[in-house]
């Protein structure tokens, strides 16, 4: 069974600090793996997503993820953080649609200190 | 604009109550789901459907009944609702590329 885990809670971080979000998975084909950002009373809204080729991906306000087999991780990444990133992070793994559908994590809250 | 859509966006129920919450999408995609999102659990698969006319339990169907009659719409049902299925709902479909359309939510309260 394809699985998602997310190891922190809540992180902590500084406006203008770096921040790194992980995520390990557990699938038993290619995954496909995706990053969402959810601010409170929100919908879900797509960060990045990878299907395969390089495993450095860019997404959307300067965040990056990098796929590890190896590790089966994919990390979130971003240089600088701003007080309009704090919000909830979420990890996702499935496959090209059908019965997979997708598997999250359980969430990271950002919070940013000023 | 194409995506998906969902009504209604919030509904309180009293226990015991019935509702059918709707699914539209209009990207003809094969693939729909129904999550729910409840606090420190992230979004846990309810029901899905891979084509017209089929439909298949997730990771929690208990409580909740789903028809896909249309290609475009998939519904999910609360035949008698309880406290434990105040929750936020949300819809999604995809293509077999892999891409993934989520609506914007149904928050649900049961009193």
């Known amino acids: 069974a394809q699985s998602v885990t997310q190891p922190d809670i809540h992180i902590t971080v500084s406006e203008g600090a770096s921040l790194e979000l992980r995520c390990n998975y557990s699938y038993g084909a290619t995954p496909y793996l995706f990053w969402y950002v959810q601010s409170p009373g929100q919908g879900l809204q797509l960060l990045l997503k990878y299907f395969s080729g390089d495993t450095l991906v860019q997404g959307i306000k300067g965040f990056e993820a990098e796929f590890k087999r190896s590790q089966s991780s994919f990390n979130l990444r971003k240089p600088s953080v701003h007080w309009s990133d704090a919000a909830e992070y979420f990890c996702?793994?499935?496959?090209?649609?059908?019965?997979?559908?997708?598997?999250f994590g359980k969430g990271t809250h950002l919070i940013i200190q000023p | 604009n194409a995506g998906v859509t969902q009504t209604p966006k919030f509904r309180v129920l009293k226990t015991g109550q019935s509702m059918t919450l709707l699914c539209a999408q209009d990207m003809n995609h094969e693939y729909m789901y129904w999550y729910r999102q409840d606090p420190g659990m992230g979004l846990r698969l309810i029901h899905y459907?891979?084509?017209?006319?089929?439909?298949a339990k997730g990771e929690v169907p208990d409580g909740y009944n789903v028809s896909r009659l249309k290609k475009q719409n998939f519904l999910l049902g609360l035949e008698s609702a309880a406290p434990s299925q105040t929750s936020v709902y949300f819809c999604a479909s995809s293509h077999s590329d892999g891409g993934y359309t989520f609506g914007s939510g149904t928050r649900l309260t049961v009193v």
């Open positions: 996702a793994v499935g496959g090209g649609g059908g019965a997979d559908g997708l598997t």
């Open positions: 459907s891979v084509g017209e006319g089929t439909t």
